[in-house]
Each structure stands twice: as C-alpha cells, then as structure tokens.
C-alpha cells in the first residue's frame, strides 16, 4: 500500500507569514495528490486536486505543486482563517484511498 | 447544491452493530461513487470503504473489512454504511462523501462531505 508522509506534524506562524507544508508519497503517484483543509469541529475541505489545481472558490494564496513522491502545499500569506490542519490524500492505484497524518497550521 | 447529511450515529457497546445513513441531495446521485471516511477523536482521517455508482464494486479500508458494509439505495438518494462486531478502536466521526468523477469513472478524491455523525463504542 502506498503510505503518505506529512511534514511537518504542527508549525507555528504569523500572519502574513510563507507557510510550507510537504507530503511525501512511498512511491511515485505521479500527480494523484490532494489537499484538504479541516477547520475544528469541522468536515474536511478540498483545496487542490490532481497536485496543483485550485478548486473554484478557494483563494489564489493556496498553491499546490510536485510530482512523483514530493509535493508541497504553499499558502503564499497566512490569514486568519487558514489556521486549521491540512491533509494530503492520493488515490493512485487499486480502490483505495490514503491520507497524510495531518499538519496543524497554529498561531504564533 | 449539493447536500450530504449523516444519521445513525450514537453510543454502542462493543460486540454490537450499528447502521450509518447518509441522505444525499443537489447531485444524480446514481452517477457517483460515495465513500465513509471516519476521524477518531484528536486523531486524522481514516478512509473506509467505497462503493462504486451502480454499487458493482466495493472496497474497504483493512481496519474494517469483514466487519463493515457499505451499500446503496438509489430510490432514496441513500448511503449506508453497516457496522458490526464494533470495537472501541471504531470510535470516531464518520463523514459521508462524494467522489469526483461522474460514472463510468471511479473518482480520486472527495469533493463534497457531510458533516459527520459521531459512533462511540463503549461499555
């Protein structure tokens, strides 16, 4: 099965900061990789899909990038509402569907 | 727009069964994959199990295969997921949610989630 690795685990940061969270895939999925985003108390959120493609209605400080096993999800300038933890999930081959560990974006 | 909305959740002992729905709306919902993907308390997401638009292909996460069944009724737009021989380890939020892809694709992600019911397995 392919395992998903986030890093980091929690990251403390200021508003308006660059904000960098990476998921690392256990072999390549070439660009099957997603990110959500889960505000507390909260259903997950879709962010980006197919690594790189911002879902219509989600703002352009989100970014998606990578290919293979390396990807990264880059908020450009933190706001408030961004705090909140972030999953990557791949479906790449097989029916079945894997999440990273999570990253907790939390304020500084 | 689309609507995914939980039921069923509650309290059980550990050893007895469970049935989760999920209503869904704002979508043909007999041109989607759906999945259960749960979340235990503090921890991160889990997936569960899948079912294919027409309901010809399942799957399931390995944590509950043998136990779990996931099932369909597209006369009433509704999900479910069937829980037996529950453990106190199956204690989370189990989130209804959509696949991507309209039929005859499977989907590789969620676009669409409920906002979950809470199943707690205790004594």
């Known amino acids: 099965d392919i395992q998903l690795t986030q890093s980091p685990s929690s990251l403390s940061a200021s508003v308006g900061d660059r904000v960098t969270i990476t998921c690392r895939a256990s072999?390549?999925?070439?660009?099957?990789l997603n990110w959500y985003q889960q505000r507390p108390g909260k259903a997950p959120n879709l962010l980006i899909s197919?690594?790189?493609s911002l879902q219509s209605g989600v703002p352009s400080r989100f970014s998606g990038s990578g290919s293979g096993t390396n990807f990264t999800l880059t908020i450009s300038s933190l706001q408030p509402e961004d705090f909140a933890t972030y999953y990557c999930q791949q479906n790449y081959n097989s029916l079945t569907w894997t999440f990273g560990q999570g990253t907790k974006v939390e304020i500084k | 727009q689309v609507q995914l909305v939980e039921s069923g959740g509650g309290v059980v002992q550990p050893g007895r069964s469970l049935r989760l729905s999920c209503a869904a709306s704002g979508f043909t919902f007999s041109k989607y994959g759906m999945h259960w993907v749960r979340q235990a308390p503090g921890k991160g997401l889990e997936w569960v199990a899948f079912?294919?638009?027409?309901?010809?292909?399942?799957s399931y996460g390995d944590s509950v295969k043998g136990r779990f069944t996931i099932s369909r009724d597209t006369s009433k737009n509704t999900l479910y997921l069937q829980m037996n021989s529950l453990r106190a380890e199956d204690t989370a939020v189990y989130y209804c949610?959509?696949?991507?892809?309209?039929?005859?694709?499977?989907?590789?992600?969620?676009?669409?989630w409920g906002q979950g019911t809470l199943v707690t397995v205790s004594s």
């Open positions: 197919a690594a790189s």
């Open positions: 072999q390549s999925i070439i660009f099957y």
């Open positions: 079912i294919r638009y027409d309901g010809s292909n399942k």
């Open positions: 949610a959509k696949g991507n892809a309209p039929a005859p694709l499977t989907g590789r992600y969620f676009d669409y």
